[in-house]
């Protein structure tokens, strides 16, 4: 039923194109938006998650094809090798984008020994031994599908954390979200091992991104957002660093404390602060929070010109 669908002489499917079409036009958009806040570090996780879904929908769509002069057996490793590439790439893309600290084994561990490791294994070296495609999918498929059940359950602790942690209501709703972007994907070892065809691949792999990048959006919007008002909080206040260091000595601000104050000066976001010092970015508010008590202060356009009061 699908081959009647087809796309010209390739075995790609409408919805397939579809997809590969919709991302190449969020790449460039997302692209641009970057390269004019290249400081925007979810955008440049989002950007090669991006990447990898183009790679796999382009691969899904025209592999394996027999008449190509490519080897059968290469085309599988190659489509295979791209899936479990973008698998492997989620945990990590969450744990940074999200900032779920508690998800970084699964981050730097959890994929390469669970996804890539059986991907090397049965894809790589066993099926281009004995070429049985059936025997690699049954049993190649095992541990990346108790993997990624597990990995929905350490998901589901982390957001529970990061929420007890910041108990804000919106960064909660987006986390839920991202959760629900990992649930189609837990499930495509189960659509890939039955031979569901290329359609219900293609709807499983890009039902979760298209929910990440419904996320990415509003993260998108919010940051403008944040930045015009972070414009409008901080007026052009002169920043003279004796001043602040001086000042800091005069409120019995900590080294760490100067520190912020500067960056805070600079027009910093909270976020920007964190991943410049190599802090959270909630560490960071309860630092900013500390200060202001110090310097007995409300915003960071009073802080900005009490600091830099000469």
């Known amino acids: 039923m699908e081959k009647d669908m087809n796309i010209a002489c390739t075995q790609m499917h409408p919805a397939t194109l579809l997809a590969i079409i919709t991302e190449l036009i969020l790449l460039g958009a997302q692209g641009a938006l970057y390269l004019s806040r290249t400081h925007d570090k979810t955008r440049l996780w989002y950007l090669r998650l991006l990447v990898l879904m183009l790679l796999l929908n382009t691969a899904n769509g025209l592999f394996p094809d027999s008449r190509y002069a490519i080897p059968i057996h290469i085309q599988h490793i190659i489509v295979n090798g791209i899936g479990f590439s973008v698998a492997s790439?989620?945990?990590?893309?969450?744990?940074?984008?999200?900032?779920?600290?508690?998800?970084?084994?699964?981050?730097?561990?959890?994929?390469?020994?669970?996804?890539?490791?059986?991907?090397?294994?049965?894809?790589?070296?066993?099926?281009?031994?004995?070429?049985?495609?059936?025997?690699?999918?049954?049993?190649?498929?095992?541990?990346?599908?108790?993997?990624?059940?597990?990995?929905?359950?350490?998901?589901?602790?982390?957001?529970?954390?990061?929420?007890?942690?910041?108990?804000?209501?919106?960064?909660?709703?987006?986390?839920?979200?991202?959760?629900?972007?990992?649930?189609?994907?837990?499930?495509?070892?189960?659509?890939?091992?039955?031979?569901?065809?290329?359609?219900?691949?293609?709807?499983?792999?890009?039902?979760?991104?298209?929910?990440?990048?419904?996320?990415?959006?509003?993260?998108?919007?919010?940051?403008?957002?944040?930045?015009?008002?972070?414009?409008?909080?901080?007026?052009?206040?002169?920043?003279?660093?004796?001043?602040?260091?001086?000042?800091?000595?005069?409120?019995?601000?900590?080294?760490?404390?100067?520190?912020?104050v500067y960056l805070v000066c600079e027009r910093l976001s909270y976020r920007e602060i964190g991943e410049k010092l190599f802090i959270s970015e909630l560490t960071v508010k309860k630092h900013v929070q500390n200060i202001f008590g110090k310097v007995l202060v409300n915003s960071r356009s009073e802080l900005a010109r009490k600091m830099n009061d000469l």
Not at 158 to 186: C, G, K, Q
Not at 228 to 244: T, Y
Not at 248 to 260: A, K, N, V
């Open 89 to 260: 790439y989620y945990p990590l893309y969450f744990h940074k984008a999200f900032r779920l600290y508690r998800l970084r084994f699964h981050a730097i561990y959890g994929g390469p020994l669970f996804l890539m490791l059986p991907y090397l294994v049965f894809f790589v070296i066993a099926y281009s031994i004995h070429g049985d495609i059936d025997f690699t999918r049954r049993y190649g498929f095992i541990d990346p599908t108790i993997y990624s059940l597990v990995l929905l359950v350490s998901m589901a602790g982390s957001i529970r954390h990061a929420y007890r942690e910041n108990p804000d209501t919106r960064l909660f709703i987006e986390e839920l979200a991202a959760y629900a972007a990992m649930v189609p994907w837990s499930a495509m070892p189960m659509v890939v091992y039955n031979g569901w065809g290329q359609l219900t691949e293609t709807l499983f792999a890009n039902l979760g991104f298209l929910t990440v990048s419904v996320l990415m959006l509003c993260h998108s919007i919010r940051l403008g957002r944040a930045e015009q008002k972070l414009i409008a909080d901080l007026e052009l206040v002169p920043i003279h660093p004796e001043s602040i260091e001086r000042n800091g000595r005069h409120f019995g601000l900590s080294g760490r404390e100067t520190e912020i």
